[in-house]
């Protein structure tokens, strides 16, 4: 029997939405209601080389790209004990048979999955870590243009 690496690859949601350019628009998918050129590149990512994938939303917690949300909002992450325990309920259903985790997410949202994740003993690669969001665009393009995933672990 083989033992392969289920990947969760989680990215984190935009200040820019759907509804900046269209504000007319009603329900959409959380994987359609964010459209930075980041996310874009993170969701493209995800959708190629992660087994399931999913948003961080500031204001929803740990959020399944088909998620419906049915108006703009702005709120960014703040980590209170009320939100760190709907993630980790949020994560108890979204990592079942993953083995390994990877945030496309800043250094803010990371540390404060790693901490989250720190309780299911999963392992939390951060890769794009500490680069520029000019670089993280760039290096994501590449492994698409090149269809090859970013090297993590060790």
């Known amino acids: 029997m083989h033992n392969f690496n289920k990947t969760l690859i989680i990215v984190p ?3 820019k939405k759907i509804w900046d350019i269209n504000p007319r628009a009603r329900k959409v998918k959380a994987k359609d209601a964010y459209i930075s050129n980041y996310f874009k590149l993170c969701k493209e990512y995800a ?11 500031g204001k929803y917690g740990i959020i ?6 049915s108006e703009n909002y702005d709120t960014k992450l703040f980590v209170s004990k009320k939100f760190k325990n709907k993630v980790k309920r949020q994560l108890q259903f979204v990592i ?3 083995n390994q ?20 003993n999963l392992p939390l690669y ?13 290096i994501l393009k590449k492994c ?3 269809n090859k995933p970013l ?4």
């Open 101 to 120: 985790v990877i945030s496309l997410c800043g250094n803010y949202y990371s540390l404060f999955l790693r901490d989250t994740l720190y309780y299911f």
């Open 144 to 146: 698409l243009e090149e």
């Open 64 to 69: 399944e790209p088909d998620f419906i949300i």
């Open 13 to 15: 949601c935009g200040k």
């Open 47 to 57: 959708e190629r080389f992660a087994d399931k994938w999913v948003i961080l939303s």
């Open 126 to 138: 951060v890769p794009l870590q500490g680069l520029k969001i000019g670089e993280k665009q760039r």
């Open 151 to 154: 090297k993590i672990g060790s």
């Open 96 to 98: 079942k048979n993953i």
